[in-house]
């Protein structure tokens, strides 16, 4: 061993690091020195593993070894501990096999070409602060795309403090107050509830305070709480329909049920007029935009009848066998009396049709990132919804190839559907990118 970087990473930043080099204690074979850089003379004043193995047991103790190629890593460390007459036992996970699990068919998962694959900027390569810094880039990706949280639920399962927090406020103090997505765990790592919140902390706190009878049961069943941060509440709405879906959370029963119920249709009626209206979703019927409930399709259909001036009568919202109340108003061309042309008429109901689907269409829906220098990208491609990643503002994303290398995939349904196409309805700041793939 000639140098070691730890960092000690939370599962969102890097809490703790001990980089150093280590003198061998013999010459440095050539092939080494032209890999890394580091030759004799460097190490010379350097400290021996013995002086540094107080520090690389403090540090990781309690902890989950997280290494590329672990194995070769972890039988290293107990090579020098043994040699100390110290037995050094750690869980461990390997970067290379979780890659493979979770990003599948990539020509190479040598750490080199796997972060540039995936646009993880790195320096220092065969530098033990430069690999092991990648690492954690990595890994924080692989974290996102474990949907189904089997590396968070093996790790509270390994933790014994989580399972001794004598109070609730413990654990609410460790939390923070950004957006994103909780897990509520019990002793043995199982999740019982998924959520999410614009402000975590807030949130946790109100099921720890609540005394309806599914809080009740959480601060009963809880051990722990872990979360992912999004930044995006878009993200956020996603992740939690997915991963309830797939988790299947005994105390999130009615999640895992379709969320929405009534949909906006159109038709053309005998006089060429297209029609609007809201009617409750049946069997296989595609909508052009979805509502949680009748009244919100309502409250849809006045706002966009007011501001592109449409007729009441053939937006299904004023039943009449003459004029609509709009066309005494002044505020309806007449469409309704065949006073307007149809053809004037529908280009403007034609937009709105297509300013609220994504049928067809190849687009980047960019939102807020977990830190400042980083923003949210949601793929739609051909009109399906493929899944979400981050990217550095440094890090330009014009083409769905670009994208994929980075994306965590999700499943494309009605639910996701509904939570794309309402948040683009009230976020009118949301970013859109048309892609020319």
Do not use: W
């Amino acid at each position: 061993m000639t140098e070691i970087a730890i960092y000690k990473f939370d599962g969102h930043t890097i809490i703790d690091q001990f980089i150093s080099l280590v003198n061998p204690e013999r010459e440095i074979q050539p092939f080494v020195v032209n890999l890394t850089g580091i030759n004799s003379k460097m190490l010379r004043s350097a400290p021996k593993f013995y002086e540094v193995a107080k520090r690389i047991v403090e540090i990781t103790e309690g902890c989950i070894l997280v290494a590329h190629n672990a194995q070769f890593d972890y039988r290293i460390l107990k090579t020098e501990f043994r040699r100390l007459g110290f037995d050094f036992e750690r869980e461990n996970l390997c970067t290379v096999e979780l890659s493979k699990k979770l990003i599948p068919d990539l020509p190479s998962y040598s750490l080199g070409k796997l972060v540039r694959s995936l646009g993880i900027p790195v320096s220092d390569r065969h530098r033990a602060a430069g690999d092991a810094t990648a690492t954690v880039k990595l890994f924080k990706m692989l974290l996102e795309k474990d949907v189904e949280k089997t590396i968070i639920k093996a790790a509270v399962r390994l933790d014994p403090k989580h399972q001794m927090e004598p109070k609730l406020t413990d654990i609410i103090s460790k939390l923070p107050a950004v957006t994103g997505v909780y897990y509520i765990h019990t002793a043995d790592g199982e999740i019982v509830y998924i959520g999410k919140s614009k402000n975590i902390k807030s949130r946790i706190n109100q099921h720890f305070t609540g005394q309806t009878p599914k809080s009740k049961k959480i601060q009963l069943e809880v051990a722990t709480v872990t979360y992912d941060e999004t930044g995006s509440e878009l993200v956020a709405l996603l992740k939690e329909s997915e991963e309830i879906k797939r988790n299947k959370p005994k105390l999130n029963r009615a999640l895992r049920r379709t969320v929405f119920t009534h949909g906006l249709f159109s038709f053309k009626d005998t006089e060429g007029y297209v029609n609007l209206k809201i009617d409750k979703i049946k069997g296989k019927q595609k909508p052009i935009t979805t509502f949680s409930n009748h009244e919100s399709g309502k409250s849809f259909l006045n706002k966009i009848i007011e501001k592109k001036q449409l007729c009441q009568k053939l937006c299904g919202l004023y039943k009449t066998n003459n004029s609509c109340f709009g066309y005494d108003i002044k505020t309806c061309a007449g469409a309704c009396v065949s006073e307007e042309p149809a053809e004037d008429y529908n280009k403007r109901v034609l937009s709105i049709i297509e300013s609220h689907t994504f049928k067809n269409q190849n687009m980047i829906l960019i939102d807020y990132g977990r830190d400042v220098d980083e923003r949210s990208a949601i793929l739609i491609e051909n009109g399906v919804f493929r899944g979400y990643a981050y990217f550095n503002l440094n890090f330009q994303i014009h083409t769905t190839a670009v994208l994929k290398s980075i994306i965590t995939p999700m499943e494309h349904n009605k639910d996701a559907q509904h939570i794309i196409q309402s948040f683009m309805r009230r976020h009118k700041r949301l970013k859109i990118i048309k892609l020319q793939d």
